[in-house]
T-cell receptor
Framework: KNQVEQSPQSLIILEGKNCTLQ??????????LRWYKQDTGRGPVSLTI?????NTKSNGRYTATLDADTKQSSLHITASQLSDSASYIC?????????????FGTGTRLTVIP | GAVVSQHPSWVICKSGTSVKIECRSL??????MFWYRQFPKQSLMLMAT?????????EQGVEKDKFLINHASLTLSTLTVTSAHPEDSSFYIC?????????????FGDGTRLSIL
């Protein structure tokens, strides 16, 4: 069964600190993995997209890693800011025909406090 | 970059009312758009795939007569919640893929918060 699991479910950190969010998946055949940031009451915004051959990808203070062998990904946030408070969603795309090939994690809710 | 616009952003209406939500791709043509529903503290759940010029494909458990989808042009898809009831209150989000972008990242609208009294 194709599934995407994220941990932790929620996280509270102090401003300026680093944190790492985890994503484990069982989606097969694997196409790509995406991390999205969703602010409260807004739609998700893409942070990174990684394919099978990519191990790491950065977008500013966000760095995503991918281990396709263990089917794990992480999103590392450096020097957190108050504006980083949001839900972070891991989405895995399966290499199958048809439109319904995206599998969503339930997200990690990050709260950055001053 | 590609932008998907959703309107309205917030709707409050009485039970029994039908509500139409619009999803537009602003700078690209989207042959396929997707409609999601999101409950508080949960992730997005795909409701249906909207195909330009043809019938939408609904996910299991989603009532096609309740949630009417029309994709009459390459830049506009609409979701109509017919005879809405309080249990239909939710956050509805649409998305579209830019056909020219490799791996087609989903571009999401900002969502519509629907509250049925």
């Amino acid at each position: 069964k194709n599934q995407v699991e994220q941990s932790p479910q929620s996280l509270i950190i102090l401003e300026g600190k680093n944190c790492t969010l985890q994503c484990n998946y069982t989606v097969s055949p694997f196409s790509n993995l995406r991390w999205y940031k969703q602010d409260t009451g807004r739609g998700p915004v893409s942070l990174t997209i990684m394919t099978f051959s990519e191990n790491t990808k950065s977008n500013g203070r966000y760095t995503a890693t991918l281990d396709a062998d263990t089917k794990q990904s992480s999103l590392h946030i450096t020097a957190s800011q108050l504006s980083d408070s949001a839900s972070y969603i891991c989405v895995v795309s399966a290499l199958i025909t048809g439109a319904n090939n995206l599998f969503f994690g339930t997200g990690t809710r990050l709260t950055v406090i001053p | 970059g590609a932008v998907v616009s959703q309107h309205p952003s917030w709707v409050i209406c009485k039970s029994g009312t039908s509500v139409k939500i619009e999803c537009r791709s602003l700078d690209f043509q989207a042959t396929t758009m997707f409609w999601y529903r999101q409950f508080p503290k949960q992730s997005l759940m795909l409701m249906a795939t909207s195909n330009e010029g043809s019938k939408a494909t609904y996910e299991q458990g989603v009532e096609k007569d309740k949630f009417l989808i029309n994709h009459a042009s390459l830049t506009l898809s609409t979701l109509t919640v017919t005879s809405a009831h309080p249990e239909d209150s939710s956050f509805y989000i649409c998305s579209a893929s830019h056909p020219g972008q490799f791996y087609q990242p989903q571009h999401f609208g900002d969502g519509t918060r629907l509250s049925i009294l």
